[in-house]
């Protein structure tokens, strides 16, 4: 079989899905590896592989099994010491073995960013048991956000009003950290006038900036996006500039997710992933490159026309209430009729469901963001998924 290139692809839930369509448009070859079977993006992909990314030895295995030109990872919790290793013996790890550890973990892109690179950040501590959250969140104040050092899509995340609830959110953090580091980062809760996703591309030319996204959260995953949100030149501008920092600092080529806390012209660092954002869902139908193709392009090494502009646009979660293998969809229709905008769906096709789970998303293009959102939310409470 002839292919531009072989990726072996990290985890395999809906971001992985549409990086692959990405790709395969481009005449990869990926394999899609995963904890589960079925996984969304294994349902599109060449190939498959079905192993805990925590396991390093079923990990090294998979690598030296397939050859990639690429590994990309799509999840947090890897074992990315077996990254290291493989890179080290020539294996192209997306972007960079380094920036997977390090951005696998809380702590080490928080002290990459606040120490090394003197970005703008909460006040914050680290904690490995009780009484450190206690001091942790003497050092941040109150209201004090905790969540794991290692988590995904807000798992584990709690807002703290005063110290009688610190142990209910320590406890509700380690009950839900992937990976096996018992630690958590208890952090000021910053009160913000919005907060944003800058999606940042590296490429072998340089760094690129789609527009900013802002983002809603609920339980610490986002609940909706859209593109663009209004910031100050000046905002913007210090957003562009620390993103640049530290993904040069972190090497490679792709996208990644810079996510920051905007105040007035004030500008914080929150959080950074080497890899397609959850929030930038929405630039299926805000950009004419969407992020997995930017992603695709980076890292096979293809030019990328600029500037990277968006039209009014925005996403809307799906989410499962329950617990069930057994699933089906209903209101695909009426959602796809709502007026004001143009709509979209993506139904990621997982094979199972749990309370709060991300099922799908309705994405829908408006005249301007406020009409997007309400389109975007409108088509997603459409959206009912039976139970049988």
């Known amino acids: 079989m002839a292919f531009t290139a072989k990726i072996l692809l990290l985890g395999s839930g809906e971001l992985g899905r549409e990086f692959v369509i990405s790709a395969k448009r481009l005449g990869a070859y990926v394999v899609a590896c995963d904890a589960y079977y079925q996984a969304p993006a294994m349902q599109i992909a060449d190939a498959r592989e079905v192993f805990s990314m925590l396991d390093g030895a079923a990990l090294r295995a998979a690598v030296e099994k397939h050859r990639p030109d690429y590994i990309v990872p799509e999840i947090e919790a890897i074992r ?25 973990n809380r702590d080490r892109i928080r002290d990459l960013a606040a120490e090394k690179l003197g970005l703008a950040t909460s006040r914050y501590r ?10 942790g969140a003497a050092h941040a104040g109150f209201p004090c956000v905790i969540k794991p050092v290692m988590s995904s899509s807000g798992k584990g995340q709690s807002k703290v009003e005063e110290a009688a609830g610190l142990e209910a959110a320590w406890d509700y953090a380690v009950a839900n950290m992937r990976g096996d580091r018992r630690r958590v980062i208890v952090e000021e809760f910053v009160d ?22 802002g983002h809603r959260q609920e339980r610490g995953d986002y609940m909706e996006s859209w593109q663009p949100i209004a910031m100050s030149d000046a905002a913007l501008a210090a957003a562009q500039e620390m993103a640049a920092k ?63 502009r968006a039209r009014p646009s925005a996403s809307a979660v799906i989410l499962a209430d329950r617990d069930s293998d057994r699933l089906g969809y209903e209101g695909l229709a009426e959602a796809l ?37 309400r389109v975007a939310a409108e088509a997603a409470g459409k959206v009912r998924i039976t139970y049988s």
């Open 126 to 135: 680290y904690a490995e048991s009780l009484e450190e959250v206690h001091a």
């Open 192 to 213: 913000f006038d919005y907060e944003i996703t800058l999606l940042t591309v590296r490429t072998k030319d340089g760094v690129l900036f789609c527009p900013p996204i």
């Open 337 to 373: 009729a709502v007026q004001g905008g143009t709509v979209d769906l993506r139904i990621f096709a997982k094979p199972a469901s749990r309370p709060y789970r991300r099922m799908g998303v309705a994405l829908a293009s408006a005249g301007d963001t406020d009409a997007a959102r």
């Open 80 to 104: 990315t010491e077996t990254l290291v290793e493989l890179e080290g013996e020539g294996f192209h790890v997306v972007p960079s073995a380094r920036a997977t550890q390090l951005t696998m």
């Open 246 to 308: 530290v993904v040069d600092d972190l090497g490679g080529r792709g996208i990644f997710g810079v996510e920051f806390f905007v105040r007035g012209e004030e500008v914080i660092f929150s959080e950074l992933s080497p890899r397609p954002h959850d929030t930038g869902m929405v630039t299926l139908v805000s950009q004419n490159l969407s992020e997995f193709d930017l992603h695709a392009r980076a890292i096979m090494g293809l030019p990328i026309p600029t500037p990277i």
